[in-house]
């Protein structure tokens, strides 16, 4: 089954070239030039696309807003931003809306397919899922299911990003071990993704503010000073890092 990509993108000759280019690759490519018909495409069919192209600069309603409006309703799909705009603050307000990649125009076509194909590779429910790590897992107050891609906290579900819970996975998984940033980086965001080091911290206190009881204080998500994380599902057990947040 061809999987479905949609390119959101006002400028006709990069939209088409995009298209046309997905379409070589074996995707099934739809493109719309604003940010309200991507919006009614993803109400008539949340699960309508596996991987969403997102132009920032677009008419009325910006990439940003249109990005925003998706996660809050609870919408995950793989979000590839394109953005003329090189500074870190956009790239930094792209990831924290909830973007997985971020392309700077102009761009290679074989990069941006590369990016998209990546993204399409993660999806959960993607033909080859990623099984590194439980089905599974619980920690304090806090339960996951990454198959079903439900967390509750306190009982209370909880939305996460993809990435979100990509980098909550990749803790679980090396629970106890010290990650430095690069490591993050590496494994949740892949070797060819772009992002700062300062990316890694943002996602932190957002996976702070999600989990722990006090995210000032954090229990699990502990900062190992100079050098990055470490992921403690059971604190009290051991406590020989330095949880000094900072
Ligand atoms: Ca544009």
Known sequence: MKRKVLIVEDEAH???GIKYNCEAEGFDATLV??????LQLFADNPHAFDALILDIMLPDMSGYTVLERLREQGIDVPVLILSARTLTEDK???FDAGADQYLTKPFELPELISRVKNLVKRQPNAATPDNSGPEQFQF?????????????VRGKLVELTTKELDLVRFFVSREGEVLS???LLDNVW??????????VDNFIVRLRRHFETDPANPQHFLSVRGVGYRFVAEPGIDNDTDAEDG
Do not use: L
């Not at 030039?33 to 991507?38: L, R, T, W």
């Not at 304090?140 to 509750?152: A, L, N, P, Q």
């Not at 892949?190 to 990316?199: L, Y």
């Open 14 to 16: 990069i939209g088409i």
């Open 33 to 38: 030039g604003d940010g309200p018909s991507a």
């Open 92 to 94: 930094v307000r792209g």
């Open 140 to 152: 304090g107050d806090v339960s996951i299911d990454f198959v079903r891609h439900e967390v509750t």
């Open 181 to 183: 940033r690069n490591d």
């Open 190 to 199: 892949g070797v060819d993704s772009s992002p700062q080091t300062r990316t």
